[in-house]
């Protein structure tokens, strides 16, 4: 890409002592753009300052790294977003030319695909009838996953997984975290397919038991729960998955002896 997180370590010179040369590498810090995209995750739902849910929390987490200057988000996010929905916007002019210029694109999606099967099937609710959608979400996921990768070649792809939402505002089943772990699965799977894609799972952030870190809704994150996907996102991404992800060598500072 023409300026990826890629450019972010540069060997700066080489200096001597007594007889012996000794290479000293500088990181000099960047700018990075991250593009956002997905669902209310993404724009924050249950975010009490209004600031785009996990983006200010891993704003803050990157920036604190020496070669990282300064992180700058755009945020797509749209709640109810489902995969299908999301798959055309990313096709639309605006959201095209920002991923078009990305270092990195962020995607939650998947959570309001779930919904949707409660919601048509209330009545007669069975593992069946997540097992039916999985695939055609599975298919949906790749799709998204190509179309960012068509209008950016070189961007690193951050896939964030789905958490478990039966207990909270539908209904507890004994089949609800086999159905939320099968659907990160595939997830999982699909970001696999694509250089330079991960995967980050929080389906253990909310598990039974993490009421505190629940929006008043009891669906969405709050406060806490955000800053929990963004340390998340980045202990997953950090060190050699970053490396994986913008497709470049990672130098930093040698403090060798003199």
Request: hydrophobic share 35%; with cysteine; glycine share 8%.
């Given at each position: ?95 095209k030319a920002d991923i078009a210029e990305a270092d990195i694109v962020m995607i939650t999606i998947g959570g309001n695909d779930v919904v949707k099967v409660v919601k ?139």
């Amino acid at each position: 890409m023409k300026r990826t997180l890629a450019g972010l370590f540069l060997v700066a010179s080489m200096t001597g002592c007594g007889n012996t040369a000794e290479e000293t590498v500088v990181p000099v810090p960047q700018n990075i753009k991250i593009v956002s995209v997905g669902d209310s995750l993404t724009e924050g739902v249950g975010d009490s300052t209004g600031s785009g849910g996990y983006v200010p929390y891993l704003e803050r987490k990157l920036e604190s790294l020496h070669e990282i200057k300064d992180v700058k988000f755009s945020n797509y996010g749209k709640k109810g977003n489902r995969t299908d929905q999301l798959l055309k916007e990313v096709q639309k002019d605006e959201m095209k030319a920002d991923i078009a210029e990305a270092d990195i694109v962020m995607i939650t999606i998947g959570g309001n695909d779930v919904v949707k099967v409660v919601k048509e099937n209330w009545s007669h609710l069975t593992i069946d009838n997540f097992e039916e959608e999985e695939a055609g979400y599975g298919k949906r996921i790749r799709a998204i996953l190509a179309e960012i990768r068509k209008q950016n070649e070189d961007a690193g792809i951050v896939l964030v997984g789905i958490y478990n939402p039966f207990g909270k505002i539908f209904v507890e089943t004994e089949d609800d975290e086999e159905i939320i772990s099968s659907w990160n699965e595939t997830g999982k799977l699909a970001a696999a397919r694509f250089d330079r894609t991960t995967f980050v799972s929080i389906e253990n952030i909310f598990s039974k038991g993490s009421e505190e870190l629940f929006f008043e809704d009891q669906f969405h994150p709050n406060d806490l729960g955000y800053k929990q996907i963004a340390d998340r996102i980045f202990d997953t991404i950090k060190g050699e998955e970053l490396e994986q992800l913008t497709n470049q060598k990672m130098v930093f500072t040698n403090e060798g002896s003199h």
